[in-house]
């Protein structure tokens, strides 16, 4: 039997809400159908936002919403997507798909869309083809609140008020479709625009999100610090030249020219790919002590904005949209990377799921009027409760490595222990295994639990939700454990996610 070992008593960190965040990004039918159908639309909308989409995003707590990209925010100019939509300007999708892009959701609204979730914003600026000039009127357009002619023109387009904008990101994987910079460029590039996100509303100062590292480029990370902290740094009134630096990195098993089938593999590639999903682990530690050279402090954020599954898209499917399906393995990916995110929380500020609808490793699929949720979307419901949590310290003693090649590896269990400020524990568990199933005892410093609910997500390992059988995966009630002696007893099910809700009374 494994056993869980919780030391209640020792907190190890603050789990910020922004590490449960999402990508949207004008991309195939993420935001085109799958977020926005438009205000004259026969499915049920409020000013253009599919209400069931956006119910189910409230309902899973979605705190951050990053936007307009990824690889399209160093194409998009910001100026296309507002005023009238019918004198908006058309333009072609180049990077996903070739399709038209209306740019009828832009900027007033994304802030809409993020009004009806409730969520935090994080804009993504262009530097790869755009201009200083455009940015800096890009921040003024959505945060100032005098007279200028930013804000005189936003007003025009029916926005008295000023938004509140909470993430700024310099630009988008600038070493390759963002410009195919090098760092020592683009780290003197991001010191000149960064200058120009101006802090117009200083009781709520915008977080600079500077371009980092694509996977293993510890080139690059070193690069841009080193050239992001040479003298001279701006005066104490500016704020901090970077507030947080992004990682990107996906899991495709099997190699990034043929990545492998979403629903159609084996046990073989299961562990592979979740020893993939693992290896997330290494880069935060890696990227982390280069970090740590120049902010040892720990006050600039890792900010892994894109992560994720990558698999190859459906049959008969754009190959410009990727367009995936979401089985128990997406949901175990999710699990093990969201665990590794709460464990280093010390660095980790800010993680975004790839992507919210439609696209990558989705926690909802559209397809006309009828939506789904995936198992992904059940992790992160599952999840939720570690937000604004205190890490804790805990172990799984008696834990094995499982697989079936050496070099793909695998612990059998995976786990992360927060506690909330109403002194609810939560524990989320994950068995890695394809066919064993875990004895498992929780065991506490001292608490006595008595109060105990949970849930559990299970299935067979390529099982998924589709259309015609919207729930075959989906969150239950977990009811088959037994509380003696101060501990918890049960047994995880081959290839689960549970999760525990602790208090004692």
Same mark, same amino acid.
């Given at each position: ?7 209640? $008593? ?53 705190? @951050? ?21 019918? *004198? ?23 802030? !809409? ?7 935090? *914003? ?14 800096? !009127? &890009? ?23 000023? &938004? ?28 000149? /625009? ?29 690069? @841009?610090? $080193? ?21 990107? /990195? /996906?899991?495709?098993? !099997? ?14 590639? &299961? ?27 720990? $006050? ?6 894109? &992560? ?5 898209? !459906? ?32 660095? @980790? ?27 992904? /979307? ?71 639990? *008595? ?45 689960? @996610?549970?999760?525990?809700?602790? $208090?004692?009374?």
């Amino acid at each position: 039997m494994a056993k869980l070992m919780i030391n209640e $008593k020792r907190k190890k960190g603050h789990i910020n809400p922004e590490i449960y965040g999402h990508f949207a990004e004008h991309l195939g039918r993420c935001i085109y159908e799958g977020l926005y159908v438009g205000e004259h639309s026969d499915i049920p909308n409020v000013n253009g936002m599919r209400k069931d989409v956006v119910d189910a995003l409230k309902e899973m707590k979605i705190p @951050v919403l990053r936007w307009p990209g990824g690889c399209f925010a160093d194409e998009y100019h910001w100026k296309d997507g507002i005023g009238p939509k019918e *004198t908006r300007k058309r333009m072609i999708n180049t990077h996903w798909g070739g399709v038209i892009e209306d740019n009828s959701f832009g900027t007033h609204e994304f802030f !809409e869309l993020c009004r009806q979730l409730g969520c935090k *914003t994080y804009v993504n600026g262009n530097v790869g083809s755009g201009t200083v000039q455009e940015m800096s !009127e &890009w921040v003024e357009y959505i945060t100032f609140n005098g007279v200028s002619p930013m804000a005189d023109e936003r007003r025009q387009n029916g926005h008295d008020a000023p &938004w509140q904008l909470d993430y700024f990101g310099v630009g988008n994987e600038n070493w390759g479709c963002g410009g195919n910079m090098t760092p020592e460029y683009y780290g003197n590039l991001y010191r000149r /625009y960064q200058t120009y996100v101006r802090q117009y509303d200083p009781s709520h100062p915008i977080r600079k999100i500077c371009c980092g590292a694509n996977v293993a480029d510890y080139f690059w990370t070193k690069g @841009v610090l $080193k050239t992001c902290f040479q003298a001279p740094q701006p005066g104490p009134e500016n704020g901090p030249l970077l507030d947080g630096l992004s990682l990107h /990195y /996906y899991v495709h098993p !099997e190699g990034w020219q043929q990545k492998g089938s979403a629903t159609d593999f084996d046990d073989s590639v &299961w562990y592979k790919t979740l020893a993939k999903a693992k290896y997330i682990e290494e880069l935060i530690l890696r990227h982390s002590a280069i970090m740590d050279e120049y902010d040892p402090e720990k $006050k600039i954020g890792m900010i892994v904005d894109e &992560w994720g599954c990558w698999f190859n898209v !459906e049959p008969g499917t754009n190959p410009g949209f990727l367009y995936q399906q979401n089985t128990m393995r997406d949901a175990l990916v999710a699990g093990i990377s969201l665990n590794i995110f709460n464990k280093h929380c010390d660095r @980790v500020k800010m993680a975004c799921i790839a992507q919210m609808v439609n696209v990558l490793q989705s926690v909802i699929l559209t397809e006309g009027p009828k939506m789904l949720l995936t198992p992904t /979307y059940h992790v992160f419901h599952m999840y939720r409760h570690h937000q604004d949590a205190e890490l804790l310290d805990s172990y799984i003693d008696g834990n094995k490595i499982i697989g079936t090649q050496e070099e793909y590896q695998v612990p059998f269990l995976d786990e992360s222990v927060s506690v909330s400020r109403d002194g609810t524990i939560n524990v989320t568990l994950n068995n890695l295994s394809v066919t064993e199933d875990a004895p498992v005892e929780i065991s506490f410093a001292r608490l006595n639990p *008595t109060d105990v609910t949970a849930a559990i997500l299970t299935g067979d390992m390529q099982a998924h939700n589709t259309f015609d059988s919207p729930e075959n995966v989906k969150e239950v009630p977990f009811t088959a454990y037994e509380v003696r002696d101060g501990s918890i007893f049960f047994t995880a099910p081959a290839c689960s @996610v549970i999760s525990f809700c602790i $208090k004692e009374a």
